[in-house]
């Protein structure tokens, strides 16, 4: 499995120094648990120390320790320590929903209840936070493409399964696509398996701040 499209630094830092919403970190931490590459960053910013980042009220200077983070980040890649081995999961043993979302999913003998929306869509909302922002689990039918459309903030879009692709490139498992309102798209599964994502939709508050700028290129891929 090679994963094309990461986060980025700006949301695994947010994700590291915990200021990233519940439903935002759910998403960024089932990425981790699909992707070697993102794992080793977010070792390297705690490492460095990422979460002292919090301290400094100033965006202006966060700004500025961001940068020093990632040019430290970068300077000792060689040297800082390794994965932990207990972030490590492997395909047989997640399979589709890889931790932490079974706990979300499964709890409580819960089994999937898929809900049908239209546009051979079906979804399960997870879990919706006190600002709004919800997280959900969207099965679009092999073939079939969601709606085009704009959003109000930020998207994200994990691939568990299958694959899709629209104006922006495409995706397969362990994929995160991140969009916001300037995106205008229709994701469509590719032919022969339906796609099952994590999306989780936050507020548009959240990327007008550092994080915003940190991510922008990612977002307009
Ligand atoms: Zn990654």
Redesign the pocket.
């Known amino acids: 499995m090679t ?1 094309k499209h ?2 980025g630094d700006g949301l695994l830092l947010d994700y590291v120094t915990g200021s990233l919403g519940e439903v935002a970190s759910l998403a960024v931490a089932v ?1 981790l648990a699909l ?1 070697p ?2 794992r080793r960053q977010v070792n390297l910013m705690e490492a460095v120390g990422g979460s002292l980042l919090n301290t400094f009220p100033d965006e202006a200077l966060k700004e500025e320790v961001f940068g020093n983070v990632l040019e430290q980040i970068n300077s000792d890649r060689e040297v800082l320590t390794p994965v932990r081995s207990n972030d490590v999961s492997t395909e047989a043993e997640f399979r589709i929903f890889p931790s932490p979302l079974p706990r979300y999913l499964f709890e409580n003998g819960k089994s999937l209840q898929w809900r049908w929306i239209g546009f051979g869509i079906n979804q399960i909302v997870i879990s919706t936070s006190s600002d709004g922002n919800v997280a959900r689990l969207m099965r679009i039918e092999s073939g079939r493409s969601v709606p085009s459309h704009s959003h109000r903030g930020v998207e994200l879009t994990l691939v568990l399964s299958g694959s899709f692709y629209d104006q922006t490139g495409s995706y397969a498992r362990g994929d995160m696509q991140v969009v916001d309102e300037t995106i205008d798209h229709d994701p469509r599964a590719e032919h022969g398996v339906d796609c099952i994502c994590l999306v989780v939709t936050e507020g548009p508050l959240r990327f007008n701040s550092l994080v915003g700028k940190v991510a922008q290129p990612f977002v307009g891929i």
């Open positions: 994963i990461h986060p990425h992707c590459e993102c």
